[in-house]
């Protein structure tokens, strides 16, 4: 080919291939002898005549179509070509013999055809069998509800036989006996025509129907018993009719097989909704089944009253009623009667004569034989009690700075732990001139004062948180029978004292917190009036003072309670919201302690808070927290967040993301605000001393004492901590409405450094003196062998909060808890993971993760002198807490207010070093001397905090995967920038 | 379950551990068991048979946690390297290691789908990380504890981690709501009732916590025991019917339930009891001590 391809120029006509058509035909011919040697039949090939394969295509065959590619030739068949189903699903073709027949053969085979004529079908078949064509060519006609023709084994035509036919013509009816059963001669011939007549309408009314045998009501007449009157005795053959199914009902379900009366109902309601003109043609029907099926009994019934049938036509309709329900309508015919006679009675239903239900009655209690009808109320006229008696005068102080002290002492132990203490002390140091004002001497003026303030702080306390929720009623529940009803073992204490200081009300609170202000005792009222915080609108003033009247005393409402009348629903809300803020401010007795400033502050502490008081997200959270003390045994302090699972952990807990398509996270709202306030510590800290507060639950430190001392030392306490905090305002719309009550005394006490700066020496004074005469009075406790609760140096144990849990210096302190060996000095303590404290000793100093094990250690050594004393109180109180029972004095601690949380945060702290020296046993005393000791470390390490501080920091930027952690590093930093600052 | 039924008497000893076992799990089935262990190793057993069957090494400092997914087919494990370490179990190679935590990893769990591993650092952070993928970050990181994670419990929606700083936070993921309930006692170690419905939280005031998961309710508190300064698991038997956990004094407690009362204990090691795991099924549990020593215990 390549050749011809080359040369362009032909000469005479080529051959075409000749020597391949040759071949292609030799094979076909080899083929088609047979001569070529036969291959395995998967293996040959099939071609057409001039030897070619012929493809036919994939799905009509490939190479080879039918047998041996005849398909589409004259012997094969032709593939069929696919025709859609779609439309004609349903129709099925049915083959046929006569299908695969032709005309010839048809021919041929109708007339070998063997078959009785119907002259002579003496047994009916060819009848049967012409009955049965005619059927499937009806059903070819018209549509069936059932796809296909049905199975000619379920519905047999029926055809009656020439002796059936006969017989009817002779007045045989279905049913019937053949055997003649009118024994009786006085049948007449007009009966018999008469019956004749019937057969034959009925007859003909069969070939209309298509199953004429279907006949209702004729199951029944079968079911019913006959009668035993030898007429019915004749009709022996039952004819099994079938019933069309025309309900919805489940297949033989009867409805009415126990209540007849409804299947009677329903008829006459369906026959009722036959119109008249409607009737005769249904009728009709009804009565030709009717008479199909008829029962024997109405048929006899027809027979023997309807004489003149012709005359009066039938009253189908009646017949066909009282043919099914006679038997039952003779059993419920006395109920129907009694149906009728009652008048707004379901139908069907008969008013019981007897009622089993009856009206319970109870017996209305019992009152007891010795019950005074008359109500006491305790509240109002305890209140008025309490209002009218503020206590022994006030008396200046001695000037003995020592007396004073001694005397303050006193007051608040005895206060704390009883008369019991007073009167052993007295009796101790009878000869002792210092304690001649146990005795009446010097200074006893102002030691009743002072006792008599401090049950009133005690109890203040006590009450103060659970008041917030109670109503005015409960309010004036009494700490005692509170106590009871808590079970909780009540305070040791003399009646009279009990008296005075347990069933003080809010409003002593109150004085007594802004007595540490005022030289003269005010009255209730009095001090409100120096609490003006809404000056400016004397309308404003008053309903603030009558809400304050409210929210304290109990007694009657005035009617507009929330506000001027004239005052829309919103803005008395809002208002109320308002005093309930201002209420707590000064009810915290916070600003009251720099109630100097009070009034403009406190405008001040409202404006910048404005939204907090509309919010109410303020005194809920307080209301939590105040509940949460209390129900801690049961409840644990419970708070969600939103959290944010990313995608793809969603995906692989095989999980929908709950936030899918929603925008990315604002992380928390929390740690937003921080990042925008770099100097906000306020956040963190309404954290952590939540944590603080509930945990302080379970370490009964008593602390109340801390600030009980004096006031003067709860002044400079709170001077102390004024100093830890940053000045910060912005941070108020936050906090307003996240945040609780101490911080928004942080807040107040904020503006107080900066007022009265000069203050932070006399501070520190005062602060020594108190912790002189606390170790004093501690001694003189065990002296008297008294258990002494403690008091917590709280400006001390701010030590322990210099290390944030966070961030950097967290490595340390967490670390020593539990997980690794600590460095620190007092190294029983163990891990929990390791016996070889020895082994793992060193590493822990090889690890000092951040560089800041210096600073570490030396905190180790505060901390631990701290801890020491903590430990050695936690082992007093643990019994107590094992037996569940509360102590008041805990829940004391836990119900105060102002410097508590501070202390509880340094407790947590000590909280978690405590095991560490769990087995250090040393005396109290030593335990102040040593806490002095460390106090005055304190103050000259700060600088050197303040290197590691800094170091931690410069550490801090190090870590970039880090940077979510960054706010509140940040804090942790600035919170150890204020520890320094204070130190 | 009666008193009777408790596992009391020592079955076998599983020695080999050089050092302080730090934890011992059964596996799904309870047919093999896991330790892990102060000599950096992870330790493989038949507990019913007391046989050695193949010691894990990779890690570089102590191993502190160990789980097994539930088809047996990979291990997860964490400790002082601040690893995670995704191992085969059958050839012991090392599949994966996680690197993140900045801290010790205290605990750790696979999902029950076996593709994510959850682990609760020394560095405040649940970190999630997933198996199916090659990227060794992690796929979540949950920061808001405020102190040490010691524990972690994962269901199949939500994650569960139980922490010094007195919380036990519950993480769904379905609505993406954290549930923190303070216990106001550092967290030790958390485990799982069998329906679901309770955390037995062990606080190192040497009390067994129980709540009530949906309500945060306190349901029950469990003393007797000394846990202060150890990690010591605790953990409900299969039937839900008791509280077990080791003592610091090396005593294992068994306690009932419903009315906390101490239903048996006896001495089981000389010296801390570290870990206790019960048998999925049968009356049967695991107990390791920091004298180095596995105990399994049967009825």
Redesign the interface.
């Known amino acids: 080919m390549d050749r011809d391809e080359d040369d362009f120029v032909f000469y005479g006509t080529p051959i075409e291939r000749e020597e391949e058509i040759i071949s292609r035909k030799k094979k076909a011919v080899a083929e088609a002898s047979g001569n070529l040697r036969t291959l395995v039949p998967w293996k040959q090939e099939v071609r057409d005549e001039e030897g070619r394969r012929r493809f036919h295509g994939a799905f009509s065959g490939g190479f080879s179509a039918g047998y041996y590619n005849t398909v589409g030739s004259k012997e094969g068949w032709t593939p069929q070509s696919f025709v859609s189903s779609r439309k004609n699903r349903a129709e099925v073709k049915q083959q046929n013999i006569l299908n695969f027949l032709d005309e010839d053969e048809k021919e041929e085979l109708e007339g070998q055809s063997l078959g009785t004529s119907l002259q002579f079908d003496t047994f009916g078949f060819t009848a049967a069998e012409l009955a049965r064509k005619q059927a499937e060519k009806e059903q070819q006609k018209r549509p069936s509800a059932i796809p296909g023709p049905v199975p000619d084994e379920l519905v047999l035509p029926s055809t009656d036989s020439i002796g059936v036919k006969l017989l009817l013509k002779m007045g045989w009816r279905h049913g019937r006996s053949i055997r003649d059963s009118h024994t009786n001669k006085s049948y007449d011939a007009r009966r018999e025509a008469r019956k004749a007549f019937l057969a034959f309408s009925s007859s003909d009314a069969k070939k209309q129907t298509a199953d004429p045998e279907s006949v209702p009501g004729e199951l029944e007449s079968y079911i019913d018993p006959p009668a035993s009157d030898d007429v019915q005795s004749s009709e022996s053959t039952p004819v099994y009719v079938l019933y069309p199914k025309q309900d919805l009902h489940g297949l033989g379900f009867d409805p009415y097989k126990h209540a007849p009366e409804f299947r009677e109902k329903k008829r006459s309601r369906l026959s009722d909704n036959k119109g008249i003109g409607y009737r005769s043609a249904p009728s009709m029907d009804n009565n030709l089944f009717g008479f199909k099926c008829k029962n024997y009994d109405s048929v006899k019934k027809l027979d023997a009253e309807d004489e003149d049938v012709y005359a009066s036509g039938y009253d189908f309709e009646e017949t066909y009623v009282e043919d099914i329900d006679e038997p039952s309508r003779s059993i419920t015919e006395g109920k129907q009667k009694s149906v009728r006679k009652e008048p707004g009675v379901l139908s069907g239903f008969r008013l019981a004569l007897n009622s089993d239900y009856q009206h319970e009655r109870f017996d209305p209690p019992v009152v007891p034989k010795d019950f005074v009808p008359h109500h006491k109320f305790p509240g109002p006229l305890e209140t008025g009690y309490k209002l009218g008696d503020p206590g022994p005068p006030e008396v200046p102080p001695p000037e003995d700075t020592n007396l004073k002290l001694l005397i303050d002492g006193v007051a608040t132990l005895v206060a704390r732990c009883g008369k019991l203490f007073e009167d052993l002390s007295r009796e101790k140091n009878q000869s002792n001139p210092l304690f001649s004002f146990l005795v009446g001497g010097n200074g006893h003026d102002y030691y009743a004062r002072k006792l008599w303030e401090e049950q009133q702080k005690r109890s203040d306390h006590t009450k103060q948180k659970l008041d917030v929720k109670l109503s005015p009623h409960m309010q004036k529940m009494t700490a005692e029978s509170r106590g009871q009803i808590l079970g909780e073992r009540p305070l040791e204490r003399s009646t009279k004292d009990s008296n005075s200081s347990a069933t003080s009300a809010d409003a002593i609170q109150l004085q007594y917190n802004l007595s540490d202000t005022f030289t003269k005792p005010a009255l209730h009222g009095e001090m409100l009036e120096a609490a003006k915080p809404f000056k400016e609108d004397p309308a404003k003033q008053e309903r603030f003072e009558r809400f304050l009247k409210e929210k304290y005393q109990g007694g009657l409402r005035s009617t507009e309670s929330g506000g001027a009348s004239h005052m829309s629903e919103a803005a008395r809300a809002r208002e109320r919201m308002d005093f309930e803020a201002a209420a707590e401010a000064i009810q915290k007795g916070k600003w009251s302690k720099d109630s100097k400033l009070s009034t403009s502050q406190f405008m001040e502490y409202l404006s910048s808070g404005g939204m907090q008081f509309t919010s109410g997200g303020l005194a809920q959270a307080k209301d939590t927290q105040a509940e949460n003390s209390i129900t ?15 995608p ?3 995906k ?5 993301d ?2 899918m398509g929603k925008p990315p996270p604002a992380p ?1 709202m929390k740690s937003k605000m921080e990042t925008l306030i770099f100097t906000s510590d306020s956040g963190k800290d309404t ?2 001393e ?2 603080v507060i ?5 370490f009964p430190v008593a602390q109340s004492d801390a600030q009980g001392l004096s006031k003067d030392a709860a002044d400079k306490e709170s001077e102390v901590e004024v100093e830890a905090e940053n000045v910060e305002r912005p941070v108020d719309l936050y906090k307003a409405i996240f945040s609780d009550d101490s911080d928004d005394e942080e807040d107040t006490s904020v503006h107080n450094e900066v007022g009265n700066p000069e203050k932070k020496g006399e501070a520190a004074n005062t602060t020594l003196n108190r912790l002189i005469a606390g170790d004093f009075l501690e001694s003189l406790g065990k002296e008297l062998g008294l258990e002494v609760p403690p008091e917590l140096p709280s400006s001390m144990n701010k030590v322990g909060n210099s290390v944030p ?2 961030g950097t210096a ?2 340390n302190s ?2 020593s ?4 060996v600590d460095n620190a000095p007092s190294s029983n ?8 404290i020895a082994r793992d000793g060193p590493r822990g100093n090889i690890e000092p ?1 951040n560089g800041n094990s210096a600073r570490s250690n030396s905190k180790y050594t505060e901390t631990g002198s701290f801890g020491n004393q903590f430990d050695k109180i936690i082992l007093e109180k643990a019994p107590q807490e ?1 037996g569940k029972a509360k102590t008041p004095s805990r829940r004391h601690r836990n119900l105060s207010s102002s410097s508590s949380s501070e202390d509880e945060r340094s407790k947590k702290r000590s909280g ?1 070093h405590r ?2 020296h ?1 087995d250090s046993d040393s005396d109290s005393s030593s335990d102040h001397r040593d806490r002095h000791r460390s106090r005055s470390k304190r103050r000259r390490k700060g600088s050197s905090r303040e290197k590691s501080s800094s170091s931690s920091r410069k550490h801090s930027k190090h ?1 970039k ?2 940077s ?2 960054s706010p509140e590093k940040e804090r942790s930093e600035t919170k150890r920038d204020k520890h320094k600052r204070r130190g | 379950m009666s008193v009777a039924d408790l596992p009391k008497t020592e079955a076998n000893v599983l020695r080999g551990h050089e050092g302080a076992v730090l934890a011992a799990r059964f596996n799904s089935d309870g047919n093999y068991c896991l330790s892990a262990g102060k000599d950096r190793t992870i330790r493989l057993w038949n507990p019913h048979r007391g046989i050695h069957i193949k010691t894990y090494k990779s890690h570089g400092r102590e191993v502190r946690d160990v789980h097994v997914t539930s088809d047996n087919s990979k291990l997860c494990s964490c400790g002082g390297d601040r690893q995670i370490f995704y191992w085969d179990v059958a050839t012991g190679k090392v599949i994966r290691k996680f690197r993140g935590h900045e801290g010790e990893v205290n605990s750790v769990k696979f999902n029950e789908y076996s593709s994510v591993v959850v682990s609760a650092g020394f560095d405040q952070s649940l970190r999630a990380w997933d198996c199916r993928s090659h990227s060794n970050e992690p796929i979540q990181i949950i920061d808001t504890f405020t102190d040490s994670i010691m524990s972690v419990c994962l269901t199949k929606t939500e994650i569960i981690g139980g922490s010094v700083d007195g919380t036990v936070r519950t993480f769904d993921m379905r609505i993406g709501r954290e549930v923190s309930d303070d216990l106001g006692q550092p967290v030790n170690c958390i485990s799982m009732s069998n329906d679901g419905n309770c955390i037995l939280a062990s606080c190192l005031d040497s009390t067994l916590r129980l709540i009530d998961r949906s309500s945060g309710e306190l349901l029950q508190q469990y003393k007797g025991h000394t846990c202060k300064s150890y990690k010591l698991d605790c953990c409900i038997t299969n039937t839900d019917a008791h509280v077990t956990g080791g003592s610091e004094d090396g005593f294992i407690f068994f306690w009932d339930l419903v009315d906390a009362s101490v239903a048996t204990k006896f001495r089981a090691h000389s010296s801390v009891v570290t870990s206790v795991s019960y048998h999925p099924k049968d009356n049967c549990m695991i107990s390791s001590s920091v004298d180095g020593t596995i105990k399994v215990w049967k009825s």
Do not use: M, N
């Not at chain 1, 808890?817 to 690794?820: F, K, N, S, T």
């Not at chain 1, 303590?829 to 070889?836: F, G, M, R, T």
């Open positions: 801690k045994e049961v409840h644990l302090k419970r708070k969600e967040y939103q959290w944010r699972p990313s793809i952990l969603c692989r807990f095989d999980l929908i709950p936030y928390r954290k952590a939540e944590i509930a945990k302080g639950v379970s849990p966070k967290t490595v967490v670390d808890d539990i997980v690794r303590h163990e891990i929990l993971h390791s016996q070889e993760v094992d978690r095991h560490r769990s870590h995967h880090r979510r952690d």
